[in-house]
């Protein structure tokens, strides 16, 4: 089973008792990238609802707990070369790599349907797709976006020069 979600959203839930039982990995974006994401769909998030800051508690609590800091996977890298990331992880996960897996059926899933305005790209794909070749330099200025990039960059760079790839 794998089981992916939103730091920010599993933050309640950053306690060694509960994530012992699970085999753990960060995925993380660059903030350039999520934050305009995030700003479209939700214009005036929080700082907190990024999500960087419960990600890098997330890391850092594993490693304390387990003495290695878990996978980290950067999505741009692994939509460069889908491939070899994810053979990667699924070496330092435990799991056989089988390539099929990284191609899929277009269609949502029924539990994205709360959510579903968040997953229609996700939803209309049928595998990784090449990563962002630049940054919305027009959304980037949004005095939101700015405010957060101070917040968010330092948590992503302390986790970025660790991903696989």
């Known amino acids: 089973v794998f089981f992916k979600d939103m730091a920010y959203h599993v933050r ?10 699970f085999r753990n990995a960060v995925l993380i974006r660059d903030p350039r990238l ?4 995030l700003y479209k769909k939700l214009p005036d998030f929080t700082r907190e609802e990024t999500g960087y800051e419960s990600l890098s508690e997330l890391a850092a609590l594993i490693k ?7 996978p980290v996977v950067d999505g741009e890298i692994l939509r460069a070369n889908p491939v070899e990331v994810s053979r990667h992880f699924c070496e330092r996960v435990g799991v056989p790599f089988t390539p099929e897996a990284l191609q899929w059926d277009v269609g949502g899933e029924s539990h994205w349907n709360r959510w579903q305005e968040w997953y229609d790209e996700a939803a209309e794909s ?4 090449p990563p962002a070749q630049d940054f919305d330099s027009e959304r980037l200025s949004e005095p939101a976006i700015q405010d957060a990039l101070l917040y ?8 970025a020069d660790k991903a696989i790839g």
């Open 34 to 37: 999520a934050l305009v994401s």
């Open 12 to 21: 309640r839930f950053l306690d060694w008792e509960w994530l012992q039982g």
């Open 64 to 70: 304390d707990r387990t003495g290695a800091l878990p």
């Open 126 to 129: 049928k595998g990784f797709r």
């Open 152 to 159: 968010c960059m330092p948590c992503y760079e302390s986790l």
